[in-house]
């Protein structure tokens, strides 16, 4: 259960209904999730998070797939569910294949098995791996 209400874009203020349609605009669809509602309790919040998103997001050297790829890693190993669906999706939805799924779980699996074990051992890092 969520620990704020969740903004629907007719009970917003001018400076949220301004972000949801930037949001509209650019992922150019008429839903708004609910990640968006709950931050729209502090506008302010919000914005920034929403404006970081698309620039981080946004094409660049990466390709959006793996982009997203990347969110699903790093949401696993924060244990955030919201965030794996939500990026799931969207890789999907971006052209992920199920193949590519599978190996990127396979990797998530395998990084969380080595990190645990280097970490509970406290291996030291090799120099040729510290960059100068």
């Known amino acids: 259960m969520s620990t704020v209400k969740l903004v629907e874009y007719e009970d917003a203020g001018a ?4 972000v949801y349609d930037d949001i509209r605009q650019v ?5 708004i999730n609910n990640f968006w509602k709950a931050l729209a309790n502090y506008p302010a919040t919000l914005e920034r998070v929403w404006s970081a998103g698309k620039e981080v997001m946004a ?7 793996t982009k997203e790829m990347v969110y699903i890693a790093v949401s696993v190993a924060n244990a ?4 794996v669906h939500s990026h799931t999706s969207a890789a ?5 294949s199920e193949t590519q799924y599978g190996e990127l779980l396979a990797v998530i699996a395998l ?9 509970g051992m406290q ?6 791996f510290l960059k100068e």
């Open 123 to 128: 291996v030291p890092v090799d120099e040729v």
């Open 15 to 18: 400076e949220v209904k301004a």
């Open 27 to 31: 992922r150019q669809t008429d839903f």
């Open 111 to 119: 990084a969380q098995q080595n990190n645990g074990l280097a970490s």
């Open 92 to 96: 999907f939805g971006k052209g992920m």
């Open 80 to 83: 955030c569910e919201y965030c």
């Open 59 to 65: 094409p660049g050297e990466i390709d959006a797939v």
